[in-house]
Nanobody, 122 residues
Framework: QVQLVESGGGLVQAGGSLRLSCAAS????????MGWFRQAPGKEREFVAA????????RYAASVKGRFTISRDNAKNTVSLQMNSLKPEDTAVYYC???????????????WGQGTQVTVYS
């Protein structure tokens, strides 16, 4: 089992940037992929980005590609999500999750953090 704790959420004006971080513990960090998901009020949780254990492979949702960047530091057991050019529709609770592979479906992820709120105002 992996324990995950997100941080870095907050309130930001449209066009601004935020950097989310997720600290992991419990297993060898580089042995599993990590993903970010988000859930807006009244909507289902959706995939945002994922990264392989080595960091060599990444994938993004179409809605964030070119604006968000996922990265990881295996020495520090952290994964980050750099979010630029934020839009009001990016407002959601953001969750990090651990998986055997860098998948874009929730069912592939076994362990989840508690989430961090991101609010983008216009």
């Amino acid at each position: 089992q992996v324990q995950l704790v997100e941080s870095g959420g907050g309130l930001v004006q449209a066009g601004g940037s935020l950097r989310l971080s997720c600290a992991a513990s419990g297993r060898t960090f580089s042995s599993y992929a990590m993903g970010w998901f988000r859930q807006a009020p009244g909507k289902e949780r959706e995939f945002v980005a994922a990264i392989s254990g080595s960091g060599a492979f990444t994938r993004y949702a179409a809605s964030v590609k070119g604006r968000f960047t996922i990265s990881r530091d295996n020495a520090k057991n952290t994964v980050s999500l750099q979010m630029n050019s934020l839009k009001p529709e990016d407002t959601a609770v953001y969750y990090c999750a651990a998986s055997a592979k860098a998948a874009d479906t929730m069912s592939a992820y076994d362990d989840w953090g508690q989430g961090t709120q991101v609010t983008v105002y216009s």
